[in-house]
Nanobody, 124 residues
Framework: QVQLVESGGGLVQAGGSLRLACAAS????????MAWFRQPPGKEREFVAV????????LYKNSVQGRFTISRDNAKNMMFLQMNRLKPEDTALYYC?????????????????WGQGTQVTVSS
């Protein structure tokens, strides 16, 4: 099993940047596919980005492509989401997720482990 804790959320003006972090417990972090999801107010949880076990092989939601960068540091059991040029529509509760399957996925139900979320609010 793995336990996940997100941090780094906050209030930022449109056009600004934030860096989210996800700390994972356990000794086999590099065996998990890691992903970020978000849940905007009043909406369903949606995929944002996923990174493969080694840190290579990333996928992004179309609307964040070119603005967000997902990365991981397996030596430190950490995953990150660098968010630049933030927009009000990026406002959401951001979750990190993990799964032991080897294949990356953008499907919420695919992931077995979830953090509690960190709030990102982008003002216009």
């Amino acid at each position: 099993q793995v336990q996940l804790v997100e941090s780094g959320g906050g209030l930022v003006q449109a056009g600004g940047s934030l860096r989210l972090a996800c700390a994972a417990s356990g000794r086999t972090f590099d065996q998990y596919i890691m992903a970020w999801f978000r849940q905007p107010p009043g909406k369903e949880r949606e995929f944002v980005a996923v990174v493969g076990r080694s840190g290579s092989g990333t996928l992004y939601k179309n609307s964040v492509q070119g603005r967000f960068t997902i990365s991981r540091d397996n030596a430190k059991n950490m995953m990150f989401l660098q968010m630049n040029r933030l927009k009000p529509e990026d406002t959401a509760l951001y979750y990190c997720a993990a799964d032991e399957s080897p294949t990356r996925s953008d499907q919420r139900d695919y992931y077995d482990y979830w953090g509690q979320g960190t709030q990102v609010t982008v003002s216009s």
